[in-house]
Structure formats: structure tokens, C-alpha cells
């Protein structure tokens, strides 16, 4: 079975300008998780979706950040405008009963 | 948010010595888990603690579960160059899709 998977894996861009993860998650998981990962940090999460719908998220900086997941399936996070302070490892995973699955994340530098 | 506490964060060690790390929560968790890190990789789930007290064996991995839901250990016995990475301890407060907490991480280094 095919893991998480999510695109690009590198992303370097200047500040003030936008940018776009895509994540696919694992086939036939409902829950799917976008986490942040500070350096030196663990993942803290940005988002949850239960199918298409997102029920919990109280940590993403909604100035800014934006997701969706049409169709409960593929979901894309963006950050317009990027910040210095954005730059990270950005994290997907999807669940089911059995657990989760991380995705190896897109790790993001702001210039 | 929630936090836990994850120590050490670093060990350096040689290659056949056991290893230990441990987490601690202000909160009451009902699932820990333990996954480790590997360098441009995700996190990967190494053991999953459901019930206070339950030990649980990965083969040379070791985790138990608090008596009082507030802390977790990992034990790796006879560590091997592979073993290097960054271990990390998570909780749930109540478990199935919810979100993980996790701690800081533990950064090991062995030296064959």
C-alpha cells in the first residue's frame, strides 16, 4: 500500500510571496492531518479533517493559512503570504483505526 | 497548548548499550506512543501504549504506560549504529483520530 504522500518535498521562497502543499493521503483514511514541525521541535498540528470537513482548527493562523480537502481526499495548505518565521516541516498524515500515517512533509525556507 | 516533557534531549552512547527516555505530562493522556525520526522523513510509530501500566515489547524497544497516565518510558537494549535518529513520545487525551501532543524529541547518537 502506498504511503502519504506529499509534494514538493523542498520549497524555497522569498518572503511575501505564496506558496502551496499538496498531500495525499493513505486510500480509505477518512482523518487527514496537516502538522507543523519547528526545528528542534516536534509536529504540532495546524488542522484536522474528518472526510471533507475540518473539525478542529483552533492552531492555524487563519490570517495567512488556508486548506482544503474537496472531495475528502487530496488536501492542499497555503500560506499567503509566507513569513520568515513560517519556515519549517510541514507534515501530513492521514488515520484510521489502526493508526496513523506521516507523510515525509515538505520542508519550507523563507528568504 | 498542551505539552509534554521529553529528557533526555540528547544521548551520545556506544553501540551495544541500552538506552532510556522518558516523557511527562501535567495532563492525564489516555494513548502514548512512541515514534521515531529519521533525517527528512516523518515520524514512524515504533509502539502504541493504550492501557496505565501496559508494558509493551517492540523487539528490543520497551514502553510503558504510567500508572498515572501523566508519563511514558522507552527502553532500546543493545543499541546498534541504526539506531540513530530522534525519538519522540506523543500523547492523546482520549485517542481514535484525535490529535497527537508531542514532546521535544530525544536525539540519539551511537558510535559504533
Known amino acids: 500500500e502506498a504511503g502519504v504522500v506529499q509534494s514538493p518535498r523542498y520549497k524555497i521562497i522569498e518572503k511575501k510571496q505564496p506558496v502551496a502543499f499538496w498531500c495525499n493521503p493513505i486510500?480509505?483514511?477518512?482523518?487527514l492531518y496537516w502538522y507543523r514541525q519547528n526545528l528542534g521541535q516536534g509536529p504540532e498540528l495546524l488542522i484536522r479533517?474528518?472526510?471533507?470537513?475540518?473539525?478542529?482548527d483552533s492552531q492555524l493562523p487563519k490570517d495567512r493559512f488556508s486548506a482544503e480537502r474537496l472531495k475528502g481526499v487530496d488536501s492542499t495548505l497555503k500560506i499567503q503570504p509566507a513569513e520568515l518565521g513560517d519556515s519549517a516541516v510541514y507534515l501530513c498524515?492521514?488515520?484510521?483505526?489502526?493508526?496513523?500515517?506521516f507523510g515525509s512533509g515538505t520542508r519550507l525556507t523563507v528568504v | 497548548g498542551q505539552q509534554l516533557n521529553q529528557s533526555p534531549q540528547s544521548m551520545f552512547i556506544q553501540e551495544g548499550e541500552d538506552v532510556s527516555m522518558n516523557c511527562t505530562s501535567s495532563?492525564?493522556?489516555?494513548?502514548w506512543l512512541w515514534y521515531k525520526q529519521d533525517p527528512g522523513e516523518g515520524p514512524v510509530l515504533l509502539i502504541a501504549?493504550?492501557?496505565?501500566?501496559e508494558l509493551t515489547s517492540n523487539g528490543r524497544l520497551t514502553a510503558q504506560f504510567g500508572i498515572t497516565r501523566k508519563d511514558s518510558f522507552l527502553n532500546i537494549s543493545a543499541s546498534i549504529p541504526s539506531d540513530v535518529g530522534i525519538y519522540f513520545c506523543?500523547?492523546?487525551?482520549?485517542?481514535?483520530?484525535?490529535?497527537?501532543?508531542f514532546g521535544k524529541g530525544t536525539k540519539l547518537t551511537v558510535n559504533p
Open positions: 479533517y474528518e472526510n471533507e470537513e475540518a473539525v478542529d
Open positions: 498524515a492521514s488515520s484510521s483505526a489502526y493508526g496513523y500515517t
Open positions: 495532563s492525564i493522556f489516555n494513548t
Open positions: 501504549l493504550y492501557k496505565a501500566g
Open positions: 506523543a500523547g492523546q487525551l482520549r485517542g481514535g483520530s484525535e490529535k497527537l501532543v
Open positions: 486510500s480509505g483514511h477518512n482523518t
